[in-house]
């Protein structure tokens, strides 16, 4: 492997009050969003909206309502410009397998507007750097899914764009696989690019994101730096302790009443309990002895993103259900009595 050289300059990626409808799905719904440069992470379970989003950015998709910008242009207007400064991983297979991957990618670069004597040695050059050998001159059709994720990113780096939307990079790749293509897009990120790489495996993210966009049902649930997002856990600590059922209870509606309990198992005689204490652990004993339950352990719980997305998406979850319920009363009289409230 070589390091590539990329070269290119930040730009500014926005989205305004985005609506995109697929028939009578919403995919996304009035999404407003400034991207920073670097590598974003772009969050959200499945059906979210993360490729519809990527898609819309390209300029395959046009919004119903709300505008985007790509370096002050908008992608559905001026797709061609826009085009050129973007490169694209998608999701799904996206190569043509009869080829072998330097002719593949040498044509990536061509119909990318490179001249063919440019593209052939710039296609040698990011494959070396994607990390495929000799296996380049067979047909894709016999690669495996990493080396095909591999090529996948050659193709969208080969004409070196100032901003790569990667969908999904490392789907059906082994754990030292996805490591590896997460080194490489940090490698990518280290000249002044802007990367947006959508994923739910947030191990991934974590370590190579500087920022994350939630996205949920189409619309924006949080986003920040990766340190912020984090450090809103500071404080956050695990109780485990054991005792009757019944004091189990005790000890956990006391807590409740003086903390922010995050989540609690009580689990026959034990109890795993998640709390937000920035102050030393003496009143939590002291509640503990009270409710005559023993303290086992008492420690810091390490925030992770796999805990900021999950406590986010419920969150947004419970928000969104108190919407629907206040939208249509008529559900929560189900079977009860008309016009009463
Ligand atoms: N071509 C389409 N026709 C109809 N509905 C679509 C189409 N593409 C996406 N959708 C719907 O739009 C919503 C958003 O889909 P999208 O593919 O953007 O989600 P995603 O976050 O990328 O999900 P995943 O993690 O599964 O890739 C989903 O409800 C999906 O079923
Ligand atoms: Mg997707």
Redesign the pocket.
Known sequence: MTAVPPQGQAVTITSNNVTVR??K?L?LNDFTVKVPSGIVGLL??????????IKALLGLLRPDNGTMTIAGRDPSDDMGAVRDMIGYMP?HDCLIESLNAVNLVTYMGHISGMLKKDAIPRSHEVLDFVGIGEERYRDISSYSTGMKQRVKLAQAIVHDPAILFL??PTNGMDPQGRVEMMELIKKISDSDKSIMV?T?ILDDLEKASDYIII?NN?HLVTEGKIDELLAKKEGQKMIKAVGQPSELDVFLTSLKKAFEVRSAIVDGGQASIVLINKDDGNYIFKIGQESQVQIRAYYPERASLEDVFIGTLDIDNANEAEKTDAASPGNKIEGGEPGVN
């Open positions: 697929y028939g799905i995919a959200g379970p499945n059906g979210a909206g993360k490729s519809t989003f999701e969908d999904e959508s739910h996205i189409g």
